[in-house]
Each structure stands twice: as C-alpha cells, then as structure tokens.
C-alpha cells in the first residue's frame, strides 16, 4: 500500500505496554505496537491508545529509546472515550494526499469495547483487525451477559437486538461464540465492511488444553485486502507465534 496511499496510519486501540510476559513461560515478547513499529516499511503514523497509565509510559519510555525518528503520538484513555482525540491525530485525506487507516483492536473482554468507536473510526478509510473474545469471554460467561441488565453484548456487537436471535441460533445448535461473530460481522457489515464472515476469522486457542480463546477478524472495505488477510492467515500459526 505504500506506493498508492501517501499516508498510512496504524491505530492500535488497546495498546498494552509494549512488551509481555508470557505467564507460563516468563517469556518476554514484543506486543502489537512494537511488532507495528518494527516492520520493514513502518507506517507513516503511530497512533496508540491505552487506558492504564503505567502501561502508556512503558510504551512511550519503550518507544522512544527503540524508534525515537518515527513519527508516533500516545493517548492516554478509555479508547471509546477518546475517539474523537484519536480522529484527530489521522491526518485529513485529500484527492492529493491519500490516508489509509489500519486499527488494531485488541481489547482483554468485551465490555473494553463499544462497536460505536468503531463505526466513528470507520468514517475515515480504515480496515480494522479486531480480536473478539468468543472462547474466553462470551461462551464462559454467557448467563451473566444473557441478563437483561447487561449491555455489554449489544455494546459490543452493536446489535441491540441481539436476545431476540439467539434462541433461534442456539436451536439450530451454534455456540454462543460463533452467534456473538455473526452478529459483530453483521453490524460491521451495515457499515459497509461487507466481505468478512464469522468462517474468514481465525480461531486461536490455547496451547496446552487446546480450548477456543478468541477470534481474529479482519475487515476491509476492499476485496483486496481480504487478498492481503488470505495470504497473512496462510503464514499463521496458533496463538503464541502471532504474539
Ligand atoms: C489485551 S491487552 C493489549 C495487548 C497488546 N495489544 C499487545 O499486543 O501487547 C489490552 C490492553 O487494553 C487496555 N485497556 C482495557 N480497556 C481499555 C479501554 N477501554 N481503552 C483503552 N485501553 C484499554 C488494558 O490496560 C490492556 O493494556
């Protein structure tokens, strides 16, 4: 894309503190950002958001000392709060000065992320690679979200009818995981990212018991960048080597 967009710019909304420890191995890996920053040919822009505040000065402190000439801005909370903070640190797209977005979405659970951030980041040309925590959230805790007191699905999937679907779909015998997808694929799908189905998402487990933690989606406005996520997921291996 470098050679057609003037300006590409990488959004990571859940950024983390740049580096992780691997808990059952105390090994230490880089996190999203510094994987984003270290690709042969960076992003024109870095725009990372992170809620925790000793988080976002790692990052920043890690940042600085390891890719000090790029050009990267830091926002300090809640991502769907701060949007229009984030909205405003994308450079204006122009006929002459084209910007394409990339915006990772790696929230811990559910209740991290409202689908209204990402239809306001969507106004922009942006393709998103969202972790939806089918395995380790939606299904382990499924009664407590099934409350009617609970938002969090519909926040989420931004399908405030949601309750109503899903006896249907668990008659037919889909696990509420794969419902939850649909339903998210389905609202991205009403804001014009049409290609992605719950089946193009990857699922990653965990490696020792071999249970469903999460799905990784990608969405484009574009057929070509389903090429581009076809090829990556062919490259990919479970959990671990993504991280
Ligand atoms: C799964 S971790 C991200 C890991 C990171 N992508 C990486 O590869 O290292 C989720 C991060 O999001 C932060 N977080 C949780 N809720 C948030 C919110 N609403 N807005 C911004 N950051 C949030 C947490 O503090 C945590 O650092």
Known sequence: ????????????????????????????????????????????????????????????????????????????????????????????????????????????????????????????YMDFLVLIPTGMDARRNVSYYMKYNSKHIEEFTGRPNWRDEWPEAEARGENFGLFFIKQFCTSMADIGYKYTTAEASVEIRSTEKNLPLYRLAFFSKHPLGHKFWGEAKKYSSPQLDLF
């Open 1 to 124: 894309m470098k050679d057609k967009w003037q300006c590409r710019v990488y959004i990571d909304l859940f950024s983390g503190a740049g580096r992780a420890r691997i808990k059952e191995t105390g090994k230490i890996v880089d996190g999203s950002p510094l994987i984003a920053l270290g690709i042969d040919d960076p992003f024109d822009r870095y725009i990372f958001c992170e809620e925790d505040a000793t988080n976002i000065d790692a990052l920043r402190k890690r940042v600085m000392t390891d890719y000090p000439s790029l050009d990267t801005h830091f926002v300090h909370g809640d991502a769907n709060k701060a949007v229009d903070e984030i909205l405003a640190k994308i450079p204006q797209h122009s006929p002459i000065y084209k910007v394409l977005g990339f915006c990772f979405v790696d929230p811990f659970k559910i209740d991290n992320l409202k689908f209204t951030t990402l239809k306001r980041l969507s106004a922009k």
